[in-house]
């Protein structure tokens, strides 16, 4: 069945006519400049890889692919003709497919309906249900799934078959580009297979696919060509056999940054916050990581590697299953948020929108929320004399711009908003801090400002741990880096480690031979 | 393959393959206690097998279930429609009227019933797709007004006099055929069509997607707004029906009380019926169903010489025990897709 | 107006949402419009002058059956004592979010008035005894529904739709459909009279003695425990963003529980006052008719209490039972008869549409959710 899709199976040589050709494409937001004179150059059946750090312009191609942006220069040419994508619908009819992370499907439809929704087939008044499901049974047979999943409700599968749903959505439009974003990150390793083989597959029947990815040493399992972005501009674009996973990670970074860091000595030996043996099931597992005062220690990992997880666990959200959580020498199970903060954990969420703001309450209102019991008198009546002292000091403290602290929060910059998150965890000086992702969607200065005020704690001899998948960052602010990988930490860097030797070791260094520098043992 | 034997046919199995069953464990569920309390009722109380204990029984179950196929709808959705029971005043009151006044035949009376609910539902159709005004603070506010409008005609005045055009929908013998309430059998052809329409058509799915996610279903291209006002105007044409079964099954006299608190019933025999207040997911089976249950719970209770307000605690705990069911229901298939995403 | 100065207005929370003000030039005339239509405080204090210059024009025109008086005024306040304290009830339960809502408050009057009568008129016990005891009752009412939504995760809809069958059937049964109005009963009757405010009292009206015992110290508790109490914050928390509450490490199933709790203890307290009014307790109080709880929820919502939680203030609530209140007050003296209560339903159901849509409208114009 496999061949009803496409026969043919054109040949990926490199005479081949490009499948996709995007040339001197520029885009600006405002003052940005995401993309700066980009070329993307995909050929027919191939597995081209688009790979970048954080912010490099990826997802911005991509958008202007898939029609949700309409770039401010350069053309876009697809099997040789020109193309104008003025929005989704163009994307769609010219058979480009966008598979985006978190699958968007309607939860209590069948997986056939969810396919078809907005464009049944129809016959006479009602929907032609038997040849919706004799088209998606052939799709998901393509994709190595029974014909039962045709039926099945999706909110009754693992996350894993959603999205393979999700690329079923895609190739029923009979993509001839299928752009399948991070699709590893939420997936564990079985389910990665499982993925591969489904893009092979398509590959051998004719689909081109633009993968990306955070993890490299996936390319070097699936891609044919892998395009790197760096600062908004495409570095250039290399046959997957002039690479290996260092060389990757080197034309990402540009060349080894430098960068002046004070080095601190933690106060005392004694490790304030110590994870031993810590798993989740399903989660992470063997986490051993151990932060003393005035030392901050990083946690990096890659988006799916379970580093989110662990902070979790660690302030009491979720129940670690296995392993030991000890501070200052007690060993402790925070049983929820308020109990991890009466251990003396602090903790600075990583979504800031859902987990961090009262977005209509003022800022006086998100400083003192969660220390109440500080900031009243008996414990019901909420002193306002004090809580505006303490809102006023922080505000002056971490230079949060705003005329008052009456202000709301929701109405304020992401790099303003998240100091005041921020300000929440610093109301009483916690003996242990940790920071998940502190500077996602902020902007470069209040970046800046938050990275000193992470040094500053530390140098007031609070034991910081910086959860982050942001390297440049982990690299700035942490004096031990540790690095995990597939759910557990792996190995551990000293001040001096470069982004090349991170990245390498996160995104799944297969050849040890080449490392340059000495792993450090944790 | 062979074709001759019809049970192992290729063209039923695959039929039954295409979609998911059409009947779902809360219905059976619905169907097995309205069996028990059933038989339970005909060993203990020796008037409740009868004929004349089953029949009205059956026609006081059509308005409310009526009402709920057009309440399931908007449910489904994710929306409400508390403004049901001053709808009913109203369809209910001006048929009344036109009756008395000008002696309507039958079609008639129900045309005209049925087109004010319409018009009634368009009003909170139109509202709730068009103001992006939550549909219960919309439908409290309308359902104020009807009860006004609905009151302003009656005009102080019980509607005496009406004369017996309805009876087809009655409780008498007129309202029946080889011992079968037309108005139960009504409200089953309708539920049909409903089941058939939310079961089988783009339009009726369209429902259940806007109810699951209102931006993803637009961004599908589904026309969230007219769905939405369809929905209320179902509703409003269904209640208009449901109005004429009320008179029918009424002396001939109508007070100020109809309709009073009919929205509560209604979305009581929704919600047993397995029909999410979250949206998304319902079927209007399960609302006849629900219904039925609660008139048998009422029926039952006055056949056992109890209290006849009793019957309101059963209703209230059968709520609970439906939705608590649903919700246990709902942490278990959570409780396995971790554990299977665990053993992954 | 001398009236208006009686109208309890106390301020709402400091963390109640504050539109920045116009910080371009625009003119007075503009920024006075934009006050009026994204504050909703400022909107009902307007439309109250309204209604009431209204009247009084009315009045002086010989178009009204009755004098529209500072006295008239003043004795239509004990319409107010019920209906502002459910909308408080409503107000707290709402504003604890995840679509939060009482559909029960009048089925708990009529059961906790049953139970106050039994207490009071039949037992004999003393009336403070049974006030505190049938506002308990009431309580734990509140709390069953605080528990089937806080802890086990009903939505609020569902959960007392259900307990507004079973308490209202309760009520019903209890004493077997008879109302209890033994000698104890009718004397609290007395509770309802109008009386003269010391010192200033010449001056001005006399005012339902309501007022007083049940409707201010209610405000007043209320305002204090929003605005002033580590509760009060925590319930706006939770009510805006439970996630996040939970991430600050609050109790939020305690504090929602808490929420409903409250509106059960609040609706224990009414019970007494409709006892008082009706000079009986009647198994239907709260029940009969629309209900206590549908008018309870529209006054809150006209009060700017947002559906979706976290935002309503005391103030609010308290301008829209006025309002309603001294417009209803109006409606009756320029319709005869029934007709009267029908308008009434009217302006209830006009005015609520009317707020919800102007509601949305001011949110779009100026990008501000009030």
Known sequence: MTSTVTSSRPGAGPDAPARLAMTGISKRFGAVRAIRQADLVVRPG??????????????TMIKILAGVETPDTGDIEVDGSPASIRGTSDALALGIATVYQEPQLFGELTVSENIFIGREVRRGARVDWAAQHAQVVDVLDLLGLPPRVATATVADLPIATQQQVSIAKALVGNARILILDEPSAILTDAEIDVLFTVVRRLVASGVSVIYISHRLDELFRIADEVTVMRDGATIGTYPIGDLTVRRVAELMVGGILTQEKAVRAPTQDTPALELSGLGRVGAFHDVDVAVRPGEVVGLYGLVGSGVSEIAACVYGIDRATSGTITLAGRQVRPKNPGHAKRLGIALLPANRKQEGMFSFQSIAFNISAGHLDRLSKAGFWVDRAAERTVARDLIKR??????????????????????VVLARQLVSRPEVLVLAEPTQGVDIGAKEEIHKIIAELAAEGTAVLVVTSDLPEALRVADRLVVVRGGTTTVEFGPDATQVDVLAAAAGHDDPSDASDPEQDS | MTTTAPPTSPRPTRRARVLPPPIAGQELVLVAVIALMWVVLALTTPAFASAGSIQPLLVATAPIALAGIGMTIVIITGGIDVSVGGMMMVCAVVTAKALVAFE?????????????????GL?????????????????????????????????????????STLQFFGRGVAGRTLGVPHAFVLTLLI??????????????????????????????????????????????????????????????????????????????????GGTSIMGGRGSVLGT?????????????????????????????????????????????RRRRLRAKGAAA | MSTSTQAPTPAGPDPAPRPAAAERGDSIGARALRAVLTQRITLLAVLIVVVVLSYVALDAGGYLTAPYDPDYLSASLINAVPLAMLALAELLVILSGRGGIDLSVGAIVALSGMVFGFMYGQWGWPLWLAVVATAGFGALCGALNGFLVAYIGFPALIATLATFYAFKSLAIVVNQQSPISTPPIQELYSLTRSVEIPVIGGQIPDVPLGIFTFLLPTVLIVWLLLARTTYGRRLYAVGTNDVASLWAGQPVRATRFGAYALAGLISGLVAVVTVAQFASARPDAGVSGNGMALPAITIAVLGGVAITGGIGRVAGVVLATLLIVWLNAGILLAFVGNEGSQYQLLALGVVLVAAALLNGFAGRRYGVAD
């Open chain 1, 46 to 59: 191939t597995v081209h890889a688009l790979v970048g750090e954080n912010g490099a312009g990826k997802s």
């Open chain 1, 398 to 419: 971490l230079a949060v711009k705003t005329p008052s602290e009456k202000q709301a929060i929701g109405a304020m910059s992401g790099g303003n908003a998240q100091k």
């Open chain 2, 104 to 120: 309507l035949a039958l079609p008639l009376a129900l045309g005209l019933s049925v087109a004010v609910g319409g018009l009634l």
């Open chain 2, 123 to 163: 009003v909170n159709g139109l509202l709730i797709a068009y103001g992006r005004v939550h549909a219960i603070i919309i439908t409290f506010g309308t359902m104020n007004v009807f009860l006004f409008v609905g009151l302003q005609i009656f005009a102080s005045r019980t509607v005496n006099g009406i004369p």
């Open chain 2, 191 to 272: 539920a049909a069509i409903a089941w058939w329409y939310l079961r089988h058509t783009a339009g009726g799915r369209h429902f259940y997607a806007i109810g699951g996610d209102a931006q993803a279903a637009r961004l599908a291209g589904i026309d969230v707004r007219g769905r939405i006002l369809a929905a209320y105007v179902v509703t409003g044409l269904l209640v208009g029906l449901a109005s004429c079964f009320l008179i029918a099954q009424g002396t001939s006299s109508l007070d100020q009380s109809v309709g009073n608190g009919k929205e509560l019933a209604v979305i009581a025999a929704v919600v047993i």
């Open chain 2, 288 to 332: 006849v169903l629900g219904a039925l249950l609660v008139q048998t719970v009422t029926s039952g209770v006055t056949q056992l010489g109890w209290p006849s307000q009793l019957s309101d605690l059963f209703v209230g705990i059968f709520i609970i025990v439906a939705v608590g069911a649903d919700l246990l229901r709902e942490r278990a």
